[in-house]
């Protein structure tokens, strides 16, 4: 056949261009270009429906606001079993509002999809039957409705068939899951287009495909032959969203989920400082084990030192930064989806009472607000403290340029604006470009200067409305935090506030270095004590009742038990005592049972094994000040022997205990201190092991005493060697 006349190879090659660009263009006409995923509850509620309605609304009009030539649909993912989840919704009444908010929707500006990983019975069938698409994996199926058929009134179940046939899927599939008595047969008969499903009790004839004592369920394969459902299994959530066009970053957390799970919000209030560091660390650890939306950091806080807020800060970076880390596609179709530390964003919250310092954890968080009241100015702290202001200055511009709120030019002139009076700041335009913060004194060549956002002489002060616009680095919402919530869909009844609790603030108050050296000093003491006079049994109590409040208030605090510090304190007081009762003398076992018990308590007190250099540094470092713990230890059993006598308890209990191993009772106790001079030279025998102090007889007299340091065991004749009061020193003979 011969080439038409006038058609060139080159022509051909323009219209074969032509027809690939008409064709890009209508497939980019048809794209799905935004969407929506809504986990759906264990037990939905209808705020939570109007909620959803509430941003599809928004949804669908930002996409007509912003439509230009493309012609785009909102796409909303119902995944209705999150992480494989059974979905048995109980409130009929929600699942009713859901399915309703779903058919109503308009097909040419959204797409609803139902993806179902898991089980869905109840009357989660209702809502799951209004979606346009369902989509499944290989384990999603669907249940019955109910095990009783008389559950649901016949207007009830109607609603089911309705929303089924709205859709345009069989009736009598979804009457099947109400009724499972319901027999499914396909009419032969049935027109092109036409539902060829029949209920079996009803039409006599067709291929039966269910029969009554068929299993109460639709798997895929089943839900693929009757046609309700797309026809290749998604086995993950992020593979769905590739299906649609839809970004992978919808697999995360985002603002409709912060509306469906809520929100915890973390207090910082009052002054900032460093010991602030371990309560805010536990309260982010409590706030995402509860998997929510988003974590609000509410600061309504100022001042206090420098380190303690750069300290917040850093804290603040490392939580994010690690969440980020954790992020990585290591090629399982799951790597990337939000874990427990990754899900929620941390959003500072700037309330009315927040003020200088303040701004640096905020600037530390991905998200930043402020209440309609909130001022910032520096001007009172660098008053107080102007020593501070480089160091502030300083680390202000890191936290602007590190997480990214402003290029690095901005961030300088905006750290100097806002902590030296002396500079002027500006908002300037460089030749075409959008208009940014700069310092007079170092604009380039061709740039103009819009306004003067601070003149030189001045102290800055930043309301929340400019902290919005210009400077661009709190969020457009503001108002109070109340109304905050309300905008970003959350109800504010149902914001988790991680308060202090009563517990917590013993825990606190325990757990202060100074109150925690003064429980080992005293711990220790009374350890001592028990093991020099066994059978006091109070000093032993107290001892355990001191370094279980220890181990306790810095677990607390931690927000973990650390069995390992526990093990080794356990495991190095076990060698003390099989050292001191069943091994003479105090060697290696002794020694190494110490070491143990200092390593048990250093461990508790840092609050984690350390892994570097600089880690075992301040590992020593935290526990160097229990060094002033066993001195002042051995100096209140120093006093307490040197007094026991004069202690009614004690005494008491040392007149009236006796041991079976040296009880006699034609000897006699000696209690008068002024007799005690009269053994000064004598020989005796040792009747208990003296480690160093026990009990040894002189003639017909019982009489404590204490040796000169080494151990002393029974039977073994002694000789007095010093009487110092009440204190006789003895030494084998």
């Given at each position: 056949?011969?080439?038409?006349?006038?058609?060139?190879?080159?022509?051909?090659?323009?219209?074969?261009?032509?027809?690939?660009?008409?064709?890009?263009?209508?497939?980019?006409?048809?794209?799905?270009?935004?969407?929506?995923?809504?986990?759906?509850?264990?037990?939905?509620?209808?705020?939570?429906?109007?909620?959803?309605?509430?941003?599809?609304?928004?949804?669908?009009?930002?996409?007509?606001?912003?439509?230009?030539?493309?012609?785009?649909?909102?796409?909303?993912?119902?995944?209705?079993?999150?992480?494989?989840?059974?979905s048995r919704q109980a409130d009929f009444e929600?699942?009713?509002?859901?399915?309703?908010?779903?058919?109503?929707?308009?097909?040419?500006?959204?797409?609803?999809?139902?993806?179902?990983?898991?089980?869905?019975?109840?009357?989660?069938?209702?809502?799951?039957?209004?979606?346009?698409?369902?989509?499944?994996?290989?384990?999603?199926?669907?249940?019955?409705?109910?095990?009783?058929?008389?559950?649901?009134?016949?207007?009830?179940?109607?609603?089911?068939?309705?929303?089924?046939?709205?859709?345009?899927?069989?009736?009598?599939?979804?009457?099947?899951?109400?009724?499972?008595?319901?027999?499914?047969?396909?009419?032969?008969?049935?027109?092109?287009?036409?539902?060829?499903?029949?209920?079996?009790?009803?039409?006599?004839?067709?291929?039966?495909?269910?029969?009554?004592?068929?299993?109460?369920?639709?798997?895929?394969?089943?839900?693929?032959?009757?046609?309700?459902?797309?026809?290749?299994?998604?086995?993950?959530?992020?593979?769905?969203?590739?299906?649609?066009?839809?970004?992978?970053?919808?697999?995360?957390?985002?603002?409709?989920?912060?509306?469906?799970?809520?929100?915890?919000?973390?207090?910082?209030?009052?002054?900032?400082?460093?010991?602030?560091?371990?309560?805010?660390?536990?309260?982010?650890?409590?706030?995402?084990?509860?998997?929510?939306?988003?974590?609000?950091?509410?600061?309504?806080?100022?001042?206090?030192?420098?380190?303690?807020?750069?300290?917040?800060?850093?804290?603040?970076?490392?939580?994010?930064?690690?969440?980020?880390?954790?992020?990585?596609?290591?090629?399982?179709?799951?790597?990337?989806?939000?874990?427990?530390?990754?899900?929620?964003?941390?959003?500072?919250?700037?309330?009315?009472?927040?003020?200088?310092?303040?701004?640096?954890?905020?600037?530390?968080?991905?998200?930043?607000?402020?209440?309609?009241?909130?001022?910032?100015?520096?001007?009172?702290?660098?008053?107080?403290?102007?020593?501070?202001?480089?160091?502030?200055?300083?680390?202000?511009?890191?936290?602007?340029?590190?997480?990214?709120?402003?290029?690095?030019?901005?961030?300088?002139?905006?750290?100097?604006?806002?902590?030296?009076?002396?500079?002027?700041?500006?908002?300037?335009?460089?030749?075409?470009?959008?208009?940014?913060?700069?310092?007079?004194?170092?604009?380039?060549?061709?740039?103009?200067?819009?306004?003067?956002?601070?003149?030189?002489?001045?102290?800055?002060?930043?309301?929340?409305?400019?902290?919005?616009?210009?400077?661009?680095?709190?969020?457009?919402?503001g108002g109070t935090l109340d109304s905050w919530?309300?905008?970003?869909?959350?109800?504010?009844?149902?914001?988790?506030?991680?308060?202090?609790?009563?517990?917590?603030?013993?825990?606190?108050?325990?757990?202060?270095?100074?109150?925690?050296?003064?429980?080992?000093?005293?711990?220790?003491?009374?350890?001592?004590?028990?093991?020099?006079?066994?059978?006091?049994?109070?000093?032993?109590?107290?001892?355990?009742?001191?370094?279980?409040?220890?181990?306790?208030?810095?677990?607390?605090?931690?927000?973990?038990?650390?069995?390992?510090?526990?093990?080794?304190?356990?495991?190095?007081?076990?060698?003390?005592?099989?050292?001191?009762?069943?091994?003479?003398?105090?060697?290696?076992?002794?020694?190494?049972?110490?070491?143990?018990?200092?390593?048990?308590?250093?461990?508790?007190?840092?609050?984690?094994?350390?892994?570097?250099?600089?880690?075992?540094?301040?590992?020593?470092?935290?526990?160097?000040?229990?060094?002033?713990?066993?001195?002042?230890?051995?100096?209140?059993?120093?006093?307490?022997?040197?007094?026991?006598?004069?202690?009614?308890?004690?005494?008491?209990?040392?007149?009236?205990?006796?041991?079976?191993?040296?009880?006699?009772?034609?000897?006699?106790?000696?209690?008068?201190?002024?007799?005690?001079?009269?053994?000064?030279?004598?020989?005796?025998?040792?009747?208990?092991?003296?480690?160093?102090?026990?009990?040894?007889?002189?003639?017909?007299?019982?009489?404590?005493?204490?040796?000169?340091?080494?151990?002393?065991?029974?039977?073994?004749?002694?000789?007095?060697?010093?009487?110092?009061?009440?204190?006789?020193?003895?030494?084998?003979?």
């Open positions: 056949m011969s080439a038409q006349p006038g058609v060139t190879p080159k022509f051909k090659f323009h219209l074969i261009l032509c027809a690939m660009g008409l064709t890009l263009l209508f497939c980019d006409n048809i794209r799905a270009a935004e969407g929506i995923v809504f986990r759906m509850p264990s037990n939905l509620e209808g705020e939570e429906v109007k909620r959803l309605g509430g941003k599809i609304t928004e949804g669908v009009l930002g996409l007509k606001r912003g439509a230009g030539v493309n012609r785009e649909r909102l796409v909303v993912i119902i995944d209705f079993t999150p992480e494989g989840k059974p929600a699942c009713l509002k859901l399915s309703r908010v779903l058919t109503n929707l308009d097909p040419s500006d959204v797409q609803t999809v139902g993806y179902i990983h898991g089980e869905v019975s109840r009357f989660a069938i209702l809502p799951a039957f209004a979606c346009q698409e369902l989509v499944f994996s290989k384990q999603g199926f669907l249940g019955p409705v109910s095990d009783n058929p008389n559950e649901l009134d016949a207007n009830d179940r109607a609603r089911f068939e309705e929303t089924a046939t709205r859709m345009s899927r069989p009736k009598v599939v979804v009457r099947r899951l109400v009724d499972r008595q319901t027999v499914l047969v396909r009419d032969p008969q049935a027109k092109a287009g036409q539902d060829p499903y029949r209920d079996g009790r009803e039409f006599a004839g067709g291929e039966k495909v269910l029969d009554a004592d068929a299993a109460p369920t639709i798997d895929r394969e089943l839900a693929q032959k009757l046609g309700i459902c797309v026809p290749e299994a998604i086995e993950s959530l992020q593979e769905l969203l590739g299906r649609y066009a839809l970004p992978n970053s919808l697999a995360r957390a985002g603002t409709l989920d912060n509306a469906q799970l809520g929100a915890v919000q973390v207090q910082l209030l009052g002054n900032l400082r460093g010991s602030l560091a371990e309560k805010l660390s536990r309260d982010l650890r409590r706030a995402q084990a509860l998997k929510p939306g988003i974590i609000v950091l509410n600061l309504e806080s100022h001042a206090g030192d420098l380190d303690g807020a750069i300290g917040l800060a850093n804290q603040l970076v490392q939580v994010q930064s690690s969440a980020v880390k954790g992020n990585t596609n290591s090629g399982n179709p799951n790597d990337g989806l939000p874990t427990a530390n990754e899900s929620a964003e941390i959003t500072a919250w700037l309330g009315s009472q927040a003020r200088d310092l303040a701004l640096l954890p905020a600037l530390a968080c991905g998200r930043m607000a402020a209440d309609d009241r909130f001022i910032l100015c520096m001007e009172d702290y660098l008053t107080a403290k102007p020593g501070d202001r480089e160091r502030l200055e300083k680390n202000l511009e890191s936290l602007l340029i590190d997480q990214k709120w402003l290029d690095p030019s901005s961030a300088s002139a905006f750290a100097k604006g806002l902590t030296d009076p002396e500079s002027e700041l500006v908002l300037a335009r460089p030749p075409g470009g959008a208009p940014r913060m700069a310092s007079p004194d170092r604009l380039e060549n061709g740039w103009k200067i819009d306004r003067v956002l601070k003149p030189k002489g001045q102290w800055l002060k930043i309301t929340a409305a400019q902290l919005r616009d210009p400077f661009r680095i709190a969020s457009t919402s919530y309300g905008d970003q869909g959350i109800v504010t009844e149902k914001v988790r506030v991680l308060n202090a609790s009563g517990l917590d603030e013993l825990a606190y108050f325990l757990g202060h270095r100074g109150t925690t050296m003064f429980l080992v000093t005293i711990g220790l003491a009374c350890l001592m004590i028990e093991i020099l006079k066994p059978g006091l049994a109070l000093p032993g109590v107290i001892s355990i009742v001191c370094f279980a409040l220890v181990f306790w208030a810095n677990s607390t605090i931690s927000g973990q038990i650390d069995w390992l510090a526990i093990l080794l304190f356990i495991l190095g007081l076990l060698m003390v005592l099989v050292e001191v009762f069943l091994i003479p003398g105090f060697g290696v076992v002794g020694i190494s049972g110490l070491v143990l018990m200092a390593g048990g308590l250093g461990l508790v007190v840092y609050g984690h094994w350390p892994q570097s250099g600089e880690e075992w540094l301040g590992f020593g470092q935290a526990l160097a000040p229990f060094g002033l713990s066993v001195l002042g230890a051995v100096g209140i059993v120093t006093l307490f022997m040197r007094n026991i006598r004069h202690i009614p308890w004690a005494r008491n209990l040392l007149m009236d205990g006796k041991d079976d191993n040296f009880s006699d009772p034609g000897a006699t106790g000696v209690i008068d201190p002024e007799k005690y001079l009269a053994y000064l030279g004598n020989s005796g025998i040792a009747i208990t092991p003296l480690r160093p102090a026990g009990t040894a007889r002189f003639g017909d007299d019982l009489v404590d005493v204490v040796s000169d340091g080494g151990f002393i065991s029974p039977e073994q004749k002694i000789v007095v060697i010093e009487v110092e009061g009440n204190r006789v020193v003895v030494r084998s003979e």
